[in-house]
């Protein structure tokens, strides 16, 4: 581990958000190992949707194991790209393409994630970590 993740260990009694799946996106197994040493460290899928889409397999298995750590994000209110969101996070579709050609020239697949999870990463785990969200504004709250 490099000096760089040094801050988490530091501190860990802060949670921190790797946000973008700390650009390891291209390589779960590592972020997974990373997460695993620090605890205190959480995640989310804004501008790299694209490279869990190419991974299906891989990335719904990882998804479901760190179901607890990972967050829905995007870096910009654009309701018109959110279907893509929902269309590789809730189905199993094959063979798709992405919202923006500069993010992503191959194309995806749906991951077709449990309920359970679908709803910690939409909001159940930002209701845990980020305070200050009003619960109400959500099915569960």
């Known amino acids: 581990m490099g000096e760089q993740h040094d801050i988490f260990r530091k501190h860990p009694r802060t949670n921190f958000i790797n946000a973008h799946l700390g650009w390891m996106g291209n390589d779960l197994e590592s972020l997974g190992a990373l997460m695993d040493e620090l605890p205190n460290m959480y995640t989310e ?4 949707l ?3 889409g190419r991974q299906p397999r891989f990335a719904r298995e990882w998804l479901i194991r760190y179901q607890d750590r990972v967050m829905f994000g995007k870096d910009s209110w654009r309701p018109e790209e959110y279907h893509v969101y929902f269309r590789v996070l809730e189905t199993a579709d094959d063979y798709f393409d992405y919202y923006r050609r500069r993010h992503a020239f191959w194309k995806m697949y749906g991951l077709d994630l449990p309920d359970d ?3 910690k990463l939409y909001y159940k785990n930002a ?11 959500f099915p569960d709250g």
Do not use: H, N, S
């Not at 899928?45 to 790299?48: E, F, L, M, R, T």
């Open 117 to 119: 999870v679908l709803r």
């Open 127 to 137: 209701l845990r970590v980020v305070p200050g969200i009003d619960p109400t504004l």
């Open 45 to 48: 899928i804004g501008a790299v």
């Open 50 to 52: 694209a490279e869990l």
